[in-house]
């Protein structure tokens, strides 16, 4: 079954620092860009970053520009997201999706997505 889970969400204070985790299971991550992205109550999902199959193209949206970054280990099938100075609008469930027709800002031009995990931001 193809498969995208990640990890590494929970409760950090603003200012605070978090890494996820996005693992491909039932195929190989390496021909497919990735981007993260994020929902939070009652607003649309958005896109957050983005990362094209080599990892030599990145891009970020403006609010999280010089905070955040994106990263992968192809060898680990595994894209990175670090999130530093987090903020209280960065709340939200965040998401990993893989497309193979490169990083892209609209949602339903990926093919897989991940259950999703939480990330709160809160003294």
């Known amino acids: 079954q193809l498969q995208l889970v990640e990890s590494g969400g929970g409760l950090v204070q603003p200012g605070g620092s978090l890494r996820l985790s996005c693992v491909a299971h039932g195929f190989t991550l390496d021909y497919y860009a990735i981007g993260w992205f994020r929902q939070a109550p009652g607003k649309e999902r958005e896109f957050v970053a983005g990362i094209s199959w080599s990892g030599s193209s990145t891009y970020y949206a403006d609010s999280v520009k010089g905070r955040f970054t994106i990263s992968r280990d192809n060898a680990k099938n595994t894209v990175y997201l670090q999130m530093n100075s987090l903020k209280p609008e960065d709340a939200a469930v965040y998401y990993c999706?893989?497309?193979?027709?490169?990083?892209?800002?609209?949602?339903?031009?990926?093919?897989?997505w991940g259950q999703g995990t939480q990330v709160t931001v809160s003294s």
């Open positions: 999706a893989a497309n193979t027709l490169g990083v892209r800002h609209i949602a339903t031009m990926y093919h897989y």
